[in-house]
T-cell receptor, first 118, second 116 residues
Framework: DTGVSQDPRHKITKRGQNVTFRCDPISEHNRLYWYRQTLGQGPEFLTYFQNEAQLEKSRLLSDRFSAERPKGSFSTLEIQRTEQGDSAMYLCASSRTISGTANTGELFFGEGSRLTVL | SQELEQSPQSLIVQEGKNLTINCTSS?????LYWYKQKYGEGLIFLMM?????EEKSHEKITAKLDEKKQQSSLHITASQPSHAGIYLC????????????????FGQGTILTVHP
């Protein structure tokens, strides 16, 4: 399977614990995105990378959240000191650029990592 | 910031019926994506529209971007139970140079149920 893969698919944790999610994008894609989706809402943009550089972070991404893409391939999203409000589906997407900056168009999403904070 | 409003919020139809989902933007749409999502799963790309008046079809699903580029519609012909799911429209804001960065703003989704 050459799609976007995310791990784990489900995570249940207690408030105050740290959690980490991993995303493996489609291999030739240089852009990687993290989105968050809560029940009954559309996904909300969190951050994105071009290769290993994190180019933008949403205001939704508090200081407790950190994302990395150290070698320009897989990415991790860590949430420190989780709160109940962090409970959501965390979606990863990837795409490739043309002419350096413009996207080809399609964003390919993974199956998501569902976080439940008790 | 750009906001997208989808209507209806939910839709229940009998198999074989046609249906339309609308997506209205608070600002001009430069790139409009349609995705389908099964509950608890990831998003599946359906179509992308970029030009006012553009229309694309895939199997029994047709999407249009209106001339003024502030509304898009998704039409399903002869619906089937396999069409059931959540349909999401996403807008791609561009900078002054017209570059797409892929940071999508999504509508809240339309839940489609198709009864056999």
């Amino acid at each position: 399977d050459t799609g976007v893969s995310q791990d784990p698919r489900h995570k249940i944790t207690k408030r105050g614990q740290n959690v980490t999610f991993r995303c493996d994008p489609i291999s030739e894609h240089n852009r990687l995105y993290w989105y968050r989706q809560t029940l009954g809402q559309g996904p909300e943009f969190l951050t994105y990378f071009q290769n290993e550089a994190q180019l933008e972070k949403s205001r939704l991404l508090s200081d407790r959240f950190s994302a990395e893409r150290p070698k320009g391939s897989f990415s991790t999203l860590e949430i420190q000191r989780t709160e109940q409000g962090d409970s959501a589906m965390y979606l990863c997407a990837s795409s490739r650029t043309i002419s350096g900056t413009a996207n080809t168009g399609e964003l390919f999403f993974g199956e998501g990592s569902r976080l439940t904070v008790l | 910031s750009q906001e997208l409003e989808q209507s209806p919020q939910s839709l229940i139809v009998q198999e074989g019926k046609n249906l339309t989902i609308n997506c209205t933007s608070s600002k001009t749409l430069y790139g409009l994506y349609w995705y389908k999502q099964k509950y608890g799963e990831g998003l599946i790309f359906l179509m992308m529209l970029q030009k006012g008046g553009e229309e694309k079809s895939h199997e029994k699903i047709t999407a249009k971007l209106d001339e003024k580029k502030q509304q898009s519609s998704l039409h399903i012909t002869a619906s089937q139970p396999s069409h059931a799911g959540i349909y999401l429209c996403g807008a791609d804001p561009k900078n002054a140079g017209g570059t797409s960065y892929g940071k999508l703003t999504f509508g809240q989704g339309t839940i489609l149920t198709v009864h056999p």
